[in-house]
């Protein structure tokens, strides 16, 4: 299992929460960062969190910053999102990335496995 895989995504109202989740391999999970991405239509694709190897450094967007928080299981080769406070302009479908550089963790060019994705819609 290389490319990551994404559950949780759904329609939620605003104002409520859901929590994604990501896997992948131990091996493409255990030695890197993880990163989760938004993309809305004919919008591009945003950094949203990344948490470090470890777990213990977590960076986030602006416009989740207080309202979302990235985690990691290794035992499990799991990273999550928990989404609080969700918002209509937080629809998109979200992506969960592995990085290969740990310079610009903002940048999707700084992330090579991509999963397929889970939609999020948040109505208003």
């Known amino acids: 299992q290389v490319q990551p895989v994404e559950s949780g995504g759904g329609l939620v109202q605003a104002g409520g929460s859901l929590r994604l989740s990501c896997t992948a391999s131990?091996?493409?999970?255990?030695?890197?960062?993880m990163g989760w991405f938004r993309q809305a239509p004919g919008k591009e694709r945003e950094f949203v969190a990344v948490v470090s190897r470890s777990g213990a450094v977590s960076v986030y967007a602006d416009s989740v910053k207080g309202r979302f928080t990235i985690s990691r299981d290794s035992r499990k080769n799991t990273v999550y999102l928990q989404m609080n406070s969700l918002k209509p302009e937080d629809t998109a479908v979200y992506f969960c990335a592995r990085a290969a550089s740990e310079d610009d963790y903002y940048s999707k060019a700084s992330y090579d496995y991509w999963g397929q994705g889970t939609q999020v819609t948040v109505a208003s």
């Open positions: 131990g091996r493409t999970f255990s030695s890197s960062s």
